[in-house]
């Protein structure tokens, strides 16, 4: 069950391979301030500190970590600036990413990156169908997008059809949110995967404020 978490990890990793991390809230929020903590590893005992650049660095990092599994071709949804894009990009096994967002800003955004593996596509999320076709991407990935989109059966409809291997769906679910497009909750999108044939495992993320992850395989 999602839990009414208002956290976000704040960590560094030792230099023997460690995780060293804390779970802060709005009231030690290292995206607001310079602020600079010091914790003791629990495996080897050493001092570290972490400042705001290294905190911002981890939590990246373990985001990141969720979708390093990936190949083929891909479509980064909702994709903004190319926050997984430019991370994807690097992977040896990616042929091709589609980054596909309705934002204007987003072509300015991504002018640096590479265009021999990616392609922007300014287009809603409802236009899926005008651009690609049966089986034609391996992986659909995402952050911080589904609970913008209004109608989420023609979604489940459109990735069931292009989408021959995966996706990757990261997000938040707060219920009072009046930004939110639809109320589908985190166990409820993941039920809407299986009807159609997926196999989905979905994880609750304490570290990711009102997070969670679906991972759903073909």
């Not at 392609?119 to 997008?145: C, H, K, M, P, T």
Request: aromatic share 16%; hydrophobic share 35%; net charge neutral.
């Amino acid at each position: 069950m999602l839990k009414d978490n208002k956290f976000i990890v704040w960590g560094t990793y030792c230099e023997c391979g460690n995780e060293c991390s804390i779970l802060q809230n709005e009231n030690h929020p290292w995206i607001d301030t310079s602020f600079t903590i010091k914790m003791k590893c629990n495996k080897c005992g050493k001092s570290l500190m972490i400042d705001k650049e290294s905190a911002e660095e981890f939590y990246n990092n373990k985001i990141y970590s969720y979708y390093n599994d990936l190949y083929g071709k891909i479509i980064d949804l909702g994709c903004g600036s190319g926050f997984l894009s430019r991370f994807l990009i690097n992977q040896n096994k990616i042929e091709k990413i589609y980054g596909l967002d309705f934002d204007t800003q987003c072509k300015k955004d991504l002018a640096d990156i590479d265009k021999r593996k990616f392609q922007f596509i300014e287009a809603d999320i409802n236009e899926l169908d005008g651009y690609f076709g049966s089986g034609s991407v391996d992986f659909l990935v995402s952050r911080d997008v589904f609970m913008f989109i209004e109608d989420t059966d023609k979604y489940f409809e459109d990735v069931t059809k292009f989408v021959n291997k995966g996706v990757r769906q990261m997000g938040w679910y707060m219920e009072e949110n009046t930004r939110m497009k639809n109320k589908l909750k985190p166990e409820q999108i993941a039920e809407e995967y299986v009807k159609r044939g997926w196999k989905v495992k979905l994880e609750y993320l304490d570290w990711y404020k009102y997070g969670y992850f679906i991972r759903a395989n073909k």
